[in-house]
Structures are given as structure tokens and as C-alpha cells.
């Protein structure tokens, strides 16, 4: 089974508690130059503002492991996360230029290294970090069927917004 992050964007408020759950979860030292593996911020459009938390978008088809010509990455049976073993990775950023996201980041030792969906804990029955810390709810965890439900639903919901607005 294939699981897909969801972020509900009118329920995230950029507060940072999935970041800093991924740079605990991750053992990240912020000043140590690596990035965490999930980013949060605010994005304004027009007089709106929307609030986003990114990270590896954990692709069905994912480009980024053609891309690698030494396989550091794949695909979880499991749980169908993009995973990876950098301890091969010759730092060719073959897969960064081939993610649409630009979710692959290089550490100070030139290994690639992102987000894998806390794949370790989703095995062991725990939710990822991500979502464990997210107090609105907005980063949710759902296999593709249901994925595409709440995404009905909340087109759904925008539309209704805009037009009773």
C-alpha cells in the first residue's frame, strides 16, 4: 500500500512544530548545515496569505530514482515512501535536477540526503514525525483513495467558499 502526505492548507499556521520534529526525529543540528527534511512558511498571493509545509512528495513514478546512477534511492514495498541509502552517494546531484521539487539537499559531506517519510516509524506502526507534532491536524497521512476523497472534498469546500463569497 502507497502512502501520500496530505497538508490541508487552511489548518496550517507555519508555527514550525513539524520542523522541528523532523530535526529531532532526524538528529539534525541546525547550525550544522543541513537543512531539516520538511520546511514551513507563509506564501502570499494577493491580499491572502497561505501557509505551507513541504517535503518530499514521495512520487509514484519518481524521477529522482532513475536519476541516481548509483541507487541510493527507492521505493518502500511497504509503505511506497521514495527511501534512501546514501552511504553509496557520490554527491552527483543527478537526483536533485531530476526531482520537480527540489526535495533531495546535499549535507556538509556532499551525500544526498531528504525526507523519507519517517518510514522506520510508519513501519513500526507509529505516524511519522511530522504529523505526530502537528497540533491543527494540517499534515495528514492516507493511502491513495482515500487522498483523492479529501482532495474532492476540499475542491469542493473552496468552490462553495468562492461562491457564496
Do not use: W
Not at 506564501?43 to 509545509?53: I, P, R
Not at 552511504?87 to 559531506?109: L, T, V
Not at 510508519?122 to 499534515?139: H, K, M
Amino acid at each position: 500500500m502507497s502512502l501520500f502526505f496530505d497538508l490541508d492548507p487552511d489548518r496550517c499556521c507555519a508555527c514550525g512544530a513539524c520542523v522541528i520534529a523532523c530535526l529531532d526525529q532526524n538528529d539534525i543540528d541546525p547550525d550544522g548545515g543541513e537543512q531539516p527534511r520538511r520546511l514551513s512558511s507563509g506564501v502570499e498571493y494577493g491580499e491572502k496569505q497561505a501557509y505551507l509545509s513541504v517535503s518530499c512528495f514521495h512520487c509514484d513514478d519518481a524521477p529522482c530514482i532513475m536519476a541516481c546512477p548509483v541507487g541510493c534511492l527507492s521505493k518502500d514495498e511497504e509503505t511506497g515512501f521514495t527511501v534512501y541509502d546514501n552511504s553509496g552517494c557520490i554527491g552527483c546531484h543527478s537526483c536533485a535536477m531530476a526531482c520537480p521539487f527540489g526535495a533531495p539537499a546535499f549535507g556538509a559531506d556532499g551525500k544526498m540526503y531528504k525526507c523519507d517519510g519517517c518510514n522506520t516509524r510508519v513501519r513500526c506502526g507509529l505516524e511519522p514525525a511530522c504529523l505526530s507534532n502537528c497540533a491543527t491536524g494540517a499534515i495528514r497521512l492516507f493511502d491513495k483513495e482515500t487522498l483523492e476523497e479529501q482532495h474532492a472534498k476540499r475542491s469542493l469546500r473552496m468552490l462553495t467558499r468562492h461562491l457564496l463569497s
